[in-house]
């Protein structure tokens, strides 16, 4: 471990984690690996795509199925260690100390989701949790939930944060993740000691005005709304059923050119110029027009026409609209040489003319507010003893090797155990912490393990998050979940994310 220097930290301790007095790493910003994930404008189209097409991304999202089992043989004793004094940050509101006992687990509001697009560019979930910081606005979750390890991008595409989500509900919002933080030598090295991130998001948003009608000039004052719906175009036979669905939308007349109908009729279009092909495909082959309705116009040029001087007949012209062509005068007898006229042959046709609405909606989203605000966050304990026992939250799914099919992933569960040190060379994690649990899936990944939960409260201090899971006695069934040590250094990291400001992606027009 490298040398920190020591800073006091103001605040008070939990009951049996620290002494009153509190003594926290300083942080080097060369430890910090910071990566943007979306601007403001772009956090408007984010929240569009996930609740675009009535949340389909959402409702399609399949749990993450990157780096999670973890093969048991490589799960062994390892020797996590404190780098400086043990330190916590209290929860948001619960900075003074409580003291309140429930014997039920009351499931905290500050665990959700995030959804992002993987390398296979297909719409994939894990667990994280709302934590403390300055603005309200972070998050915590498994490094690898945000930095994409498969396609070596820099991280995962339109990440976002839901808290509470419960089959394409979004309770709270959806929090847009503005920018990434991680360890160094996870962003470079992938190393499993820190595998974990902290994400700062924007403020929620819930979409408004569902399907609300605007006029065309009104839709294009909020351009950044088309994401999430575009205008809706419909093509009707007549003018009157046009005009009985036209609503705040515009009509603009549509030529059928499947269907030829006689010059004058009703619903029919002008004389249109159309190509000699086209003349052929209407006629069936043959050269006769069909009066009124395909129609051919000949003109005799003279043989010295700019159109026709110096070149071989027959050719088109460049649109196909105008076919030249040259007439043999067969010459009487006795006579030569023979004769040429020229002509040019134009081409056109009547069509029926349908009558295309299109028609604008727009939905607009309302600001929410802040994270932590809605939904509180908890705090972080680091350099902890290895033993204490933790609650881990999170939304496990999927079956056991063995079959078993345990969770769903679709309802947020919890465990309960004491924290023992782990090593898993497979992930490069030689100071990783373990704790028995039955959570299953790629979806308990990010799973939040809470030291000191308090019931009634519904907030402890985040001391781990879920990066692997195994079967440790060889039994077919996943019984352990591990996490990297929770150390000066990760505390670095959360410094470094807690201080960034984010704000609305709401734009004001």
Same mark, same amino acid.
């Given at each position: 471990m490298?040398?920190?220097?020591l %800073?006091?930290?103001g605040? /008070? #301790?939990a009951?049996?984690?620290l002494?009153?007095a509190l003594v926290?790493? +300083?942080h080097?910003s $060369?430890?910090?690996?910071?990566?943007p %994930?979306?601007?403001?404008? /772009? #956090?408007?189209?984010i929240?569009?795509?996930?609740?675009g097409?009535?949340? +389909?991304?959402?409702? $399609?999202?399949?749990p993450?199925?990157?780096?999670?089992k973890v093969?048991?043989?490589?799960?062994?004793?390892g020797?996590?260690?404190?780098d400086?004094?043990p330190g916590?940050?209290?929860a948001?509101?619960d900075?003074?100390?409580?003291?309140?006992?429930?014997?039920?687990v009351?499931?905290?509001?500050?665990t959700g989701?995030?959804?992002f697009?993987?390398a296979?560019?297909e719409?994939h979930w894990?667990?994280?949790?709302s934590?403390q910081?300055?603005y309200?606005?972070?998050?915590a979750?498994?490094?690898h939930?945000?930095?994409?390890t498969?396609?070596?991008?820099?991280t995962l595409?339109?990440?976002v944060f839901?808290p509470?989500?419960y089959?394409?509900?979004?309770?709270?919002g959806i929090?847009?993740?503005?920018?990434?933080?991680?360890h160094y030598?996870?962003?470079v090295?992938e190393?499993g000691?820190r595998?974990?991130?902290?994400v700062?998001?924007?403020?929620g948003?819930l979409?408004?005005?569902s399907?609300?009608?605007?006029?065309?000039?009104e839709?294009r004052k909020?351009?950044?709304?088309?994401a999430?719906?575009?205008?809706?175009v419909?093509?009707?036979?007549?003018?009157?059923?046009?005009?009985?669905?036209?609503g705040?939308?515009?009509?603009?007349?549509v030529?059928d050119t499947g269907h030829?109908?006689a010059?004058?009729t009703p619903?029919?279009s002008?004389?249109?110029?159309v190509?000699?092909?086209?003349?052929l495909r209407?006629?069936?082959g043959a050269e006769?027009q069909i009066?009124?309705?395909?129609e051919?116009?000949?003109?005799?040029l003279?043989a010295d026409?700019?159109a026709?001087?110096?070149?071989?007949?027959p050719y088109?012209?460049?649109?196909?609209k105008?076919y030249?062509?040259?007439?043999e005068i067969?010459p009487a007898e006795?006579?030569?040489p023979?004769?040429?006229e020229?002509?040019?042959s134009?081409?056109c046709?009547?069509?029926d003319l349908?009558?295309?609405?299109t028609?604008?909606f727009v939905?607009t989203?309302?600001d929410?507010g802040r994270?932590g605000d809605n939904?509180?966050?908890q705090g972080l304990a680091?350099?902890?003893k290895?033993?204490?026992?933790v609650?881990?939250?999170?939304y496990p799914?999927g079956?056991h090797?063995?079959g078993n099919y345990?969770?769903t992933?679709?309802?947020l569960?919890?465990?309960?155990?004491?924290?023992?040190?782990?090593?898993?060379?497979?992930?490069?994690?030689?100071e990783?912490v373990?704790?028995?649990?039955?959570?299953?899936?790629?979806?308990?990944?990010?799973s939040s393990w809470?030291?000191?939960y308090?019931?009634?409260r519904?907030?402890?201090?985040?001391n781990?998050?879920t990066?692997g899971?195994a079967?440790?006695d060889?039994n077919n069934?996943i019984?352990?979940s591990?996490?990297?040590?929770?150390?000066?250094?990760l505390?670095?990291?959360?410094?470094?994310?807690a201080n960034?400001w984010?704000?609305?992606?709401v734009p004001?027009y």
């Amino acid at each position: 471990m490298k040398q920190r220097v020591l %800073l006091p930290l103001g605040g /008070l #301790a939990a009951a049996g984690l620290l002494s009153s007095a509190l003594v926290t790493p +300083a942080h080097a910003s $060369g430890d910090v690996a910071a990566k943007p %994930l979306a601007s403001q404008t /772009l #956090a408007w189209e984010i929240a569009a795509f996930w609740y675009g097409e009535d949340k +389909a991304n959402l409702i $399609g999202a399949t749990p993450y199925d990157v780096e999670t089992k973890v093969v048991a043989k490589h799960v062994s004793t390892g020797g996590p260690a404190a780098d400086t004094k043990p330190g916590i940050v209290p929860a948001i509101g619960d900075e003074k100390k409580s003291t309140a006992r429930s014997k039920n687990v009351n499931l905290p509001k500050t665990t959700g989701k995030v959804f992002f697009i993987g390398a296979d560019r297909e719409p994939h979930w894990c667990t994280a949790t709302s934590v403390q910081s300055n603005y309200r606005n972070l998050v915590a979750t498994a490094g690898h939930c945000v930095y994409d390890t498969e396609s070596n991008s820099a991280t995962l595409d339109k990440w976002v944060f839901i808290p509470g989500y419960y089959q394409a509900k979004t309770p709270w919002g959806i929090y847009v993740g503005k920018q990434a933080y991680t360890h160094y030598d996870y962003d470079v090295y992938e190393d499993g000691d820190r595998d974990y991130a902290f994400v700062t998001v924007y403020n929620g948003v819930l979409p408004d005005n569902s399907g609300a009608e605007v006029s065309e000039s009104e839709y294009r004052k909020y351009p950044r709304t088309r994401a999430l719906r575009k205008p809706e175009v419909r093509v009707y036979e007549t003018r009157a059923e046009a005009l009985a669905n036209k609503g705040k939308g515009t009509i603009e007349e549509v030529v059928d050119t499947g269907h030829v109908v006689a010059h004058g009729t009703p619903g029919s279009s002008d004389w249109l110029g159309v190509t000699r092909g086209e003349y052929l495909r209407l006629t069936g082959g043959a050269e006769e027009q069909i009066a009124g309705k395909v129609e051919r116009t000949d003109t005799k040029l003279a043989a010295d026409d700019p159109a026709v001087k110096d070149r071989t007949l027959p050719y088109s012209s460049s649109d196909g609209k105008k076919y030249y062509w040259a007439k043999e005068i067969k010459p009487a007898e006795g006579e030569t040489p023979a004769e040429y006229e020229y002509y040019v042959s134009e081409f056109c046709a009547t069509y029926d003319l349908d009558y295309k609405v299109t028609r604008y909606f727009v939905r607009t989203f309302t600001d929410v507010g802040r994270l932590g605000d809605n939904v509180g966050g908890q705090g972080l304990a680091y350099n902890q003893k290895i033993g204490k026992p933790v609650h881990v939250f999170g939304y496990p799914s999927g079956s056991h090797p063995d079959g078993n099919y345990a969770y769903t992933g679709k309802t947020l569960k919890w465990s309960y155990g004491k924290t023992f040190a782990a090593s898993a060379a497979a992930i490069k994690g030689e100071e990783l912490v373990g704790v028995k649990s039955s959570f299953t899936g790629e979806g308990s990944i990010g799973s939040s393990w809470l030291l000191n939960y308090n019931n009634g409260r519904r907030l402890g201090y985040l001391n781990g998050v879920t990066i692997g899971l195994a079967d440790t006695d060889k039994n077919n069934r996943i019984d352990t979940s591990v996490s990297p040590y929770f150390d000066g250094e990760l505390y670095g990291v959360y410094k470094a994310a807690a201080n960034l400001w984010s704000g609305s992606i709401v734009p004001k027009y």
